[in-house]
C-alpha cells in the first residue's frame, strides 16, 4: 500500500496515511499538484507555514522503467506566485518509491528560525529528525560530505539538500538531489522551491534504500515485456540512441545556433559567436582529454544517458555537465565564451543552490545595465561568490532572479514570463517554444511543451519555426503529452522516441498498467496529462493570473531578432486557445477552485 508521509515542522511531527483513492491513479507531477491544489491556500504566503513542499516519485518510480526514476516537487511557487512543480533526476525518486512513499509532504515552519534539520527516513520507514545547526550557510556539497561522514557508502542512500540560497529564502533558490556517486548535482531548479524547503527549516532529507528490493508489478511479465519494448526504442532514435549519449543535452548548442534562436547577451541576438568553445562537440573533447566521464545515468535505470562529468585540468570533478541550459544561460547569455569560466559558475549555482537558468539570465539582465561588462566570467562568479552566497544587499537582489534585478537596476529588456526566466531558446525565430513560455502555469519553462522537437529537430512532425501557424496547437499537445510524462516519473527526453515511434508511446501505458494493475490506454494517458494542467491553471487562476499573464514581453513582439530579424507573431486569441480544454476537464473531475 503506498503511502503518504507528512512531518509538520512546527511540532516536529510525523502522520503516515494511506494514499487517498482518489490519487490512486496519480504520481509525480500530478500528486504534488493534486496536494498543492487540496491543501495550500492561493492566499497563503510562498514562505509562510501554510505552504506545503511535496516530494513525489512518478507512477513508475523505483521499478526498471526506463529513464523512470524523475522526482516531482511541488509547492506555491515564491518566484511565480503561482502553482509550481519543477523535477529532477537523481537517485531519490527511485528510494522515496521503494520506500512506499507516494508522496513525502513537509508542513508547518519551526518557530526558532535559527533551526536546521536533518531528516532521515530509514529502510523500515521510521524517521528521524535532528539539529544540524553547524550546517547553517553550508554549500550543497559540504551537505554532501557531512552526510557521507556519518552514512559512509553512498550507494546506501539518496539526499535532497539546500544551499545557503535557500536558507536565505532567495526565490531563484533550488534544491539538489544526489545522483548515483553521491554528487549533489540534479537540481529542482526552478520556481524558487529551494527558499520553501528552507522556510521549513530543513536542510537536508536522507532516504535510505539500503536492501530494499524495487517494488513488485501486477503483472512481471507483461511489465519486462513492455520495459523491453520501450528500451530498444529508446535505442533506436537518433536523439535518444546516439546525439544525446554521446554530446549529451549540449549537442544542442551547435544546433539552436544555427538556427539563430540561441539567446546572447540578454536576448539581443540570436547567435553566439563563440559557439564552437562552449558547444557539446567541445565539451566531449575536452572531458574526454582530461580523463573525465562523458556517458552515465542521472539515476539507476536510464537508457539514454545523456549525463557526464566535468573535470579540472587535473581530473578532478567539478560539476555535472553542465547541461545544455546552464552552458547557454552562464555563457552565452553573458556573452562568455570560456568553457571553465562556465563550468566555475556551474560549480557556484549548484553549491549555492540557485537555478543556473534564472542565474545566468539575472547576470545577463545585470550585465545589460552595464554594472559587469559582457563575457566578463570571473566578474561574474564574484558576483556569486561574494555577493549572493554571502547575502550582501546586492546579493539579495541578484538572488531573487532577473526579474528583481532588471528592476532594481532599470533594465529595459527584462525576459521573464510569470517573473520566471527565459530558457535557452529566442522565441521569435523559434515561435512554438514561446507559446509554451507564454502559456505554461509554470512561467517560462522549454520541458513544459518542448515544442523545439517539431519546430527544429524535425521529430514528431515539421512546424515552420518562424510563422505563428500552427504553434498553439504544437505547444498544446506537447503540455498535455509532458503533464503526463511528469506524471509517470519518465524523463522528458523519451519524448524524442514517443513522438517518432509508435511502440514507444504503447510502451507507456503498457508498463503503467502492468505495474499498477489498473487500465492504462492511450486516452487514459492523455487525460492524465490534462487532469495535471487543469488543476494548475485553475490554481493559478484563484491566485490572480489572467489571460495577460499569457504573454511574452512586449520586446519580443517589438525588437528584430538577428539573424532573421524575426519577432513574435503568435496572435493572443492563439495564445489564450492553448488551455481550452481545462473547462470540460475540471467539470470531469469534478473540480472548479483550488480546495475541492
Ligand atoms: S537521459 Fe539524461 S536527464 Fe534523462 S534520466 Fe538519463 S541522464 Fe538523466
Redesign the pocket.
Known sequence: MKKIVRIDMSDLSVKTEPLPEKWARYGGRALTDAIVFSEVPPSADPLGPENKLVFAPGILGGTTAP?G??LSAGAKSPLTGGIKESNS?GQAAHALAKLGIAALVIEGAPADKDARYLIKIAPDGSVEIKRVDEWAGAGNYAVADGIKQTMGDVKRYATISIGPAGEMGMKMAGIAVSDPDGYPNRFLGRGGLGAVMGSKGVKAIVLVDEGLPTIEHADRDAFNAAVKKFAAALREHAVTGQG?PTYG?NVLANIINEAGGYPTRNFSSGRFELVENISGERQREVTLERGGNVK????TG?V????RYWVDKDGTYITKGPEYESMWSLGADCGIGDIDDVAALDRACGDIGIDTIETGVMLGVYMDSGRLAFGDGKGALRLLEEEVRKGTDLGRVLGDGAEATGTAFGVKRIPVVKHQGLPAYDPRPIQGIGVTYATSPMGADHTAGYSITANVLNVGGTVDPLKPDGQAELSKGLQIATGMLDSMGL?I?VAFAVLDIPEAFDAIFEMATAHTGQTWDADALMELGKETLAMERLYNEAVGFKPEDDRLPRFFYEEKLPPHDAVFSVSDADLDSVFDFVPETAAKMGISKPGA
Not at 552515465?296 to 539515476?299: D, M, N, Q, T
Open positions: 529513464n526514476g524523475r533526476g544525446l543535452t552515465h545515468g542521472c539515476h536510464c539514454i544517458q545523456c549525463s524523463c527526453f
